[in-house]
Structures are given as C-alpha cells and as structure tokens.
C-alpha cells in the first residue's frame, strides 16, 4: 500500500505509544469526514488543538445554555427613503463568565455540528416572543422580528407547533415573526424525521400560519434560483460580501443591480446587510433597494435598549445627514 511508508515515517512524531497513535488518528479520521468523502488527513498538532478548542468550546456551550449566559440583541433593519425602522434581527449573544463575549462564528458552527443549535433556537424563538411582549406593554409599537433558523432546527417536527403556541399564549401576530434561511438550507437533505416531509412543506407550513420567510447572505449559496419561486419567500437579504465594495468595485454593483432587479419582478423585497457608509447606502437607494441594516445606523442593541428603534420615529443618522448637507453645498 503506498500510504505504508509514509505513516511508517509518522511515527514516532505523531506518539510513542500506541494510545497516544490511535487518539491522534481519529482526530485526522474526523478531520477527513468534516471535508467530505475520498479524502485523507494527516494529523498534525494544529489539528489537535483545533480539536481540543472544539470540545471546550462544546462543553462551555452545553454549560451556557444551562446557566443563563446567553443572551439576545437586535439590529434594525430600516427602510432606506423614511429611515424608519421596519423590523428587528434577532442575534445571539454569549458572555461567557471568563472570556467575556464569544463571537458567532466561534461557537455557530460547532452549535450545528453537535446539535446544540437546536437548543440555542429554541432558546432565542422564546426569548424572542418574551421581548415582544415586554415592548407591548410598555406601549412600543411592535415590528417584525427576525430570526435565524438551522436546518437541523427547521426539520423538528415542533417548529411549527411552537411557533403556534407562542404566537397563541402571547396574543401576537404571526405575521411579525420573520424566518431567515441560507440559501444551503434549502438544498440540505432532511434527514430520516417525521416521515421524510421536505424542507419546501415545512415552509410552506410556516407560511400558511402568517410567518415571513428570507434569505439570509444571498448570493453567497447554490446558483439555482428555481427555489425563489417554489418557495414563495418574502425578502432577499444581499450578503454583506457583496455591499462592502458595492461603490467601488464594478462586479459587486452588478451583481446588487441583478440581485435587485430579479426580486423586483418577482415581488420579494430586497435588504442589504452590512451596510456601513453613507456611499454605499446612497448607491442602494439609486439603485432601488428599499431596505438596509448595518452599523451605519445602529449596533445590535439588548431588548432593554430598543426604545430608539420602535418609538416610531426616524433613526438618527447625524453623520450622513452631514455627508448630504456637505454634498449639498458642495
């Protein structure tokens, strides 16, 4: 076998002894199955403390949803004419009690890998309708939320009944509760669950109760579109690769310009995330995006802090109504 020779030179590099070998070859065993089959992996001390980062990141995450350390901030997305806000993404939060806030991209991935990302979905959707009823009764004028939904989430077979429970028990509107999906869920198989109904029924169940559905970061998934009509979705969000560059970069504008153009024929709004500069924000409304949501109009804020964003009036953007006055007099 011609792997023979070189795994002979691995040791004793990769371990002296014999459980020291086999630990480290199923750390490349599973490193070779996270990339997809007809591959090998060598084992290399990176790989390890990528491992070891993973599991303490796991065991802290099981821990943080036992013990309250999550948390949920919302970003407004805002109509880019009135600049009123229009609606709410809701963002997990995890303040670990050591290392202070973990990022997302630090703890989503593994939360999907190990399942735990079910258990943060139920978590936020809770949390979610918690918050609404808050802002109701101190007399805020609700807008739809947002919320990030898995695939392995949006393949229980209780989505649906848990959605009509909460909107049900706290007298809200289904309407205002918004679904957002990468393009990848839609193309993921199902996987063997309540008698293999697919994700489109699943949708399409959610949409029967009033619930909107996006995108998430189109643009960035699978090139068919054939789903967009299938599926029947309320909003495209334009991943915020494509608007960083947007004034600057002549392949970008054209593809938000196609992006645009398709969902305006097709009757599904358009949001562009990222959105961090007043060029960029000028260049979408001449464009005819309608929508936007980035830091150039507020950080995700805690549920205590969003008075600014549902008291009904226009979000305050001094800085670029100061970039327009200077225009203006130029």
Not at 197 to 202: A, D, G, K, N, V
Request: with cysteine; proline share 4%; hydrophobic share 40%.
């Amino acid at each position: 076998m011609v792997l023979n020779e070189e795994i002979l030179h691995l040791y004793p590099r990769d371990g002296q002894d014999v459980g020291s070998l086999l630990r480290h070859s199923d750390t490349a065993m599973y490193q070779a199955k996270d990339r997809g089959r007809n591959n090998f992996q060598i084992f290399s001390p990176i790989m390890d403390r990528k491992l070891k980062e993973r599991v303490a990141i796991e065991a802290s995450l099981r821990t943080a949803l036992e013990s309250a350390q999550l948390d949920v901030h919302y970003q407004p997305v805002i109509e880019i004419e009135t600049r009123r806000v229009t609606a709410l993404e809701a963002l997990v939060r995890w303040k670990h009690p050591v290392k202070g806030f973990v990022p997302p991209a630090r703890f989503i991935s593994i939360a999907e890998e190990t399942g735990l990302i079910a258990g943060i979905g139920d978590f936020v959707l809770r949390r979610v309708f918690s918050d609404m009823v808050t802002w109701r009764n101190t007399g805020l004028t609700l807008v739809p939320v947002s919320i990030n939904v898995s695939p392995g989430q949006l393949g229980r077979s209780n989505l649906r009944a848990a959605i009509t429970d909460l909107t049900d028990s706290n007298q809200i509107d289904p309407s205002l509760l918004q679904i957002e999906l990468t393009e990848g869920a839609m193309f993921e198989p199902v996987g063997p669950r309540n008698g293999g109904e697919s994700y489109e029924s699943i949708v399409n169940e959610l949409r029967a109760l009033g619930v909107r559905i996006a995108i998430d970061d189109f643009g960035t998934g699978y090139s068919s579109l054939s789903y967009l009509k299938r599926w029947h979705v309320d909003y495209l969000k334009i991943d915020r690769s494509f608007i960083r560059d947007l004034v600057t970069d002549s392949n970008d504008h054209a593809i938000v310009g196609a992006i645009i153009a398709m969902a305006k024929h097709l009757r599904i709004s358009v949001v562009a995330e990222g959105v961090e500069g007043w060029p960029q924000l000028e260049m979408l409304r001449k464009m005819g995006c309608r929508f936007a949501q980035g830091y150039l109009f507020a950080e995700p804020a805690p549920a205590s802090k969003c008075r600014e964003f549902l008291n009904g009036r226009r979000l305050g953007l001094t800085d670029v109504e100061t970039d327009i006055l200077r225009v203006n007099v130029g």
